[in-house]
């Protein structure tokens, strides 16, 4: 399993400053964080072996969708790509995550393996998979020219930003699940920040080591708990707040949240 990673740490800060937090609270492992960037991800760069070119890597933009876990292609007889993986079915598929900051500082994910048209039995199966995804390929989805392609991993290379990184083991990453908050977390984030500044500040207080707060701004949360940026006496510095249990929903992390204030005002012995 992939190192956890530590997401609610802003990107540059010292890694000699001592963490406000327990650094064993449970955090998404980097399978797991790969597996929900590509849930989130339709497009990513395929890299194959030029036949016309004595075998150099080519990559080339395509959309793609998951198949049992399985990312899965719909493409040309004419496109490169194609051609190459008809000479070379080693393959990889670089996905990476969108975002605001430097694009070195976001997450990625490269997944190494051998691509093979899907067999004929699985190709309905396959193709409804892709259209859930893409509606718009419908157009072209029965064309003699298009088929369906599977990509069997059996490398993955997780980079979550500067310094957060590992080759992530096959058995692993088939028995990731994405994260089922990751939809729900830019509403949830904007709600906190927006309407719960006060709550914020009190999970700082009563669950850090941060003392007293003057601010606190939600950066992330996920199915184990949530991050927040706490401007203290020395300056902004990150804190993860964990949740009693693991959650499944935008509705359970409510929950969470409510008791999880209820209980930091008990122990600020705040009414």
Known sequence: MGTPRKHG???????????LYDPDLPTPSHAEQARTLLAGAER????????????HPYGSLVI???H????????????EHTRNLRGSSRCSLLVTENGDDSPLA??????????????????????????AR?????YYADFEDFCYWRLEVTGIRYIGGFG?????????WNAAQ????????????AHMNDDHADALRLYCEAFSKAGSVSEATMTGVDRYGFEISAHTADGPRPIRIAFDHEVADAKAVRGQMVTLVKRARQQLGRS
Do not use: K, Y
Not at 9 to 19: A, H, V
Not at 165 to 171: A, G, K, R, Y
């Open 68 to 79: 049992e876990g399985a990312p899965i292609f719909l493409v040309s007889e004419l496109a």
């Open 164 to 172: 957060r990184m590992s080759w992530v083991e096959p058995p692993t």
């Open 134 to 138: 893409h509606p718009a390929a419908e």
């Open 106 to 131: 976001l997450g990625r994910v490269t997944l190494v393996g051998t691509c093979a048209p899907v067999d004929p039995a699985d190709a309905a199966a396959v193709g409804a998979s892709f259209l």
């Open 9 to 19: 740490e802003p990107r540059g800060s010292s890694p000699r400053q001592e963490l």
């Open 178 to 189: 994405a994260d089922p908050v990751a939809a729900h977390a830019p509403g949830i984030i």
């Open 64 to 66: 793609f969708a998951q």
């Open 44 to 55: 990513g760069v395929l890299s194959t072996h030029a036949v016309d070119l004595d075998g």
